[in-house]
């Protein structure tokens, strides 16, 4: 009932940002319900189930955490021992060697890298360790533990050591101890050969030509940080997990309070928005969320978990502005079926020389951001390593001394943060899209 109410929603969100198709599914109180939209793939037709795996992107990193937190319950590593004393022989780019960066650190984003970017390096085991091996160029943006920055190579380094420790390649040991004890069967790794029902994804976004991403051609080298596929019912026994005593069955998997601590903020990354051992924290109205989003080539996808209320949603699809769908689409049922709703904040004036605090062009490896302060009105034009096109204009709105809101377009109601804890005399830095950018 919950899901056929939220369906003109859904089919309208769907058009606007054209996505193929989608399936959602809401866990509460021990029962899963799902519902599915739209086609798997666009050429053969073929419509999306409510079992159709998708690309679930950086929800990868939490089965790597997950994974680490479960050994580090067991003794068999420490999180916060430096990575090069915890495994001598892994292979860690230059930038980190030394620099005291712990599990932790990677898990949380709290490394300082400036990393975002994957590329192909086989699929067989020594793929992951070939890729770190070509990362020698890849810089920091604050030491360890100084701030936070998203960063997608530090999972993969996280997964590597992992590897190391454990003396197994990377998916052999998450389907060992993550995968196989929550009997989660229709979870697994985008290369080939792939299970039946499997969604194709596509890269294009509104007015654009599809582009396909045939599943299965996603590279082993991105595995621990966004490599994986599931259904939104495994994705719900997933979270059921997390918002349990870590028990299955008679087993316990990983202790209550281990569990427990991967939702224990360790960095505050905007007045609304705090970040875990994995998970993201943020509070809508008087309800807590804990969530990690997924982006891959031609997949998006959502992982929502309200524990106090013992409830979570999956929201999985396979088009290139699937995010800004998942998002709407969140936003309507939290509202509607659980009264959770964002405050509008209400945007603030700036003088001149208080939005002077934010303007300038701003970059990091993977994303570029010009601030502009013209006519009273703050805008930015922008554009990311992700989407191949020219970028975006947005307006943006001030809505504390040191806090900008994206007013509209993708990322609607995103923060951007001014960070003068990384300011030195010669540049300042921002957080735009979860990353630390600096002024050129």
């Given at each position: 009932?919950?899901?056929?109410?939220?369906?003109?929603?859904?089919?309208e969100?769907?058009?606007?940002w054209?996505?193929?198709?989608?399936?959602?599914?809401?866990?509460?109180?021990?029962?899963?319900?799902?519902?599915?939209?739209?086609?798997?793939?666009?050429?053969?037709?073929?419509?999306?189930?409510?079992?159709?795996?998708?690309?679930?992107?950086?929800?990868?990193?939490?089965?790597?955490?997950?994974?680490?937190?479960?050994?580090?319950?067991?003794?068999?590593?420490?999180?916060?021992?430096?990575?090069?004393?915890?495994?001598?022989?892994?292979?860690?780019?230059?930038?980190?060697?030394?620099?005291?960066?712990?599990?932790?650190?990677?898990?949380?984003?709290?490394?300082?890298?400036?990393?975002?970017?994957?590329?192909?390096?086989?699929?067989?085991?020594?793929?992951?360790?070939?890729?770190l091996?070509?990362?020698?160029?890849?810089?920091?943006?604050?030491?360890a533990?100084?701030?936070?920055s998203?960063?997608?190579?530090?999972?993969?380094i996280?997964?590597?050591?992992?590897?190391?420790?454990?003396?197994?390649?990377?998916?052999t040991?998450?389907?060992?101890?993550?995968?196989?004890?929550?009997g989660?069967?229709?979870?697994?790794?985008?290369?080939?050969?792939?299970?039946?029902?499997?969604?194709t994804?596509?890269?294009?976004?509104?007015?654009?030509?599809?582009?396909?991403?045939?599943?299965?051609?996603?590279?082993?080298?991105?595995?621990?940080?966004?490599?994986?596929?599931?259904?939104?019912?495994n994705?719900?026994?997933?979270?059921?997990?997390?918002?349990?005593?870590?028990?299955?069955?008679?087993?316990?998997?990983?202790?209550?309070?281990?569990?427990?601590?991967?939702?224990?903020p360790?960095?505050?990354?905007?007045?609304?928005?705090?970040w875990?051992l994995?998970?993201?924290?943020?509070?809508?109205?008087?309800?807590?969320?804990?969530?990690?989003?997924?982006?891959?080539?031609?997949?998006?996808?959502?992982?929502?978990?309200?524990?106090?209320?013992?409830?979570?949603?999956?929201?999985?699809?396979?088009?290139?502005f699937?995010?800004?769908?998942?998002?709407?689409?969140?936003?309507?049922?939290?509202?509607?079926?659980?009264?959770?709703?964002?405050?509008?904040?209400?945007?603030?004036?700036?003088?001149?020389?208080?939005?002077?605090?934010?303007?300038?062009?701003?970059?990091?490896?993977?994303?570029?951001?010009?601030?502009?302060?013209?006519?009273?009105?703050?805008?930015?034009?922008?554009?990311?390593?992700?989407?191949?096109?020219?970028?975006?204009e947005i307006?943006?709105?001030?809505?504390?001394?040191?806090?900008?809101?994206?007013?509209?377009?993708?990322?609607?109601?995103?923060r951007?943060?001014?960070?003068?804890?990384?300011?030195?005399?010669?540049?300042?830095?921002?957080?735009?899209?979860?990353?630390?950018?600096?002024?050129?």
């Amino acid at each position: 009932m919950v899901l056929d109410n939220l369906t003109p929603i859904i089919e309208e969100s769907m058009e606007r940002w054209a996505v193929p198709g989608l399936t959602i599914g809401i866990l509460e109180d021990g029962h899963i319900s799902a519902a599915a939209y739209g086609v798997r793939d666009l050429e053969t037709n073929e419509p999306a189930t409510s079992d159709t795996m998708f690309g679930v992107g950086s929800i990868s990193k939490m089965f790597t955490a997950t994974t680490a937190v479960k050994m580090a319950d067991e003794g068999r590593l420490d999180l916060d021992q430096p990575i090069e004393t915890l495994a001598p022989t892994a292979t860690i780019p230059a930038a980190l060697r030394g620099a005291g960066v712990s599990l932790r650190h990677l898990l949380s984003h709290r490394s300082g890298l400036d990393g975002d970017g994957f590329a192909d390096f086989g699929d067989d085991d020594q793929a992951l360790e070939r890729y770190l091996a070509s990362l020698d160029h890849v810089g920091t943006l604050f030491p360890a533990g100084a701030s936070w920055s998203y960063a997608n190579i530090g999972t993969c380094i996280a997964g590597h050591i992992l590897s190391c420790v454990a003396g197994l390649p990377f998916e052999t040991l998450v389907q060992q101890e993550i995968l196989a004890p929550l009997g989660l069967s229709r979870t697994g790794f985008g290369q080939a050969p792939m299970p039946d029902n499997v969604a194709t994804g596509y890269d294009h976004g509104p007015g654009e030509e599809p582009k396909p991403h045939p599943a299965g051609t996603t590279w082993r080298s991105a595995n621990p940080a966004g490599g994986m596929v599931s259904t939104v019912d495994n994705l719900l026994r997933f979270a059921a997990f997390h918002m349990s005593d870590g028990k299955v069955g008679d087993q316990q998997v990983i202790s209550q309070d281990a569990l427990r601590s991967m939702q224990q903020p360790l960095a505050r990354l905007t007045s609304v928005d705090r970040w875990g051992l994995g998970w993201a924290i943020r509070s809508v109205g008087d309800v807590e969320v804990i969530e990690h989003g997924g982006w891959m080539d031609g997949y998006r996808a959502k992982l929502t978990l309200l524990p106090h209320r013992n409830t979570a949603i999956a929201i999985l699809n396979n088009g290139g502005f699937g995010h800004a769908a998942n998002d709407e689409i969140l936003a309507a049922l939290l509202e509607r079926h659980f009264g959770a709703v964002d405050p509008d904040p209400t945007p603030q004036p700036l003088s001149e020389s208080e939005a002077a605090r934010f303007t300038g062009q701003y970059r990091s490896s993977h994303v570029d951001i010009t601030i502009r302060h013209e006519a009273g009105q703050l805008s930015a034009f922008y554009k990311t390593a992700w989407h191949e096109n020219d970028g975006a204009e947005i307006g943006l709105g001030a809505i504390a001394p040191d806090e900008l809101i994206i007013m509209d377009g993708e990322f609607k109601d995103d923060r951007i943060v001014f960070l003068p804890e990384l300011e030195d005399q010669d540049r300042r830095a921002i957080r735009f899209l979860s990353r630390v950018l600096y002024t050129v």
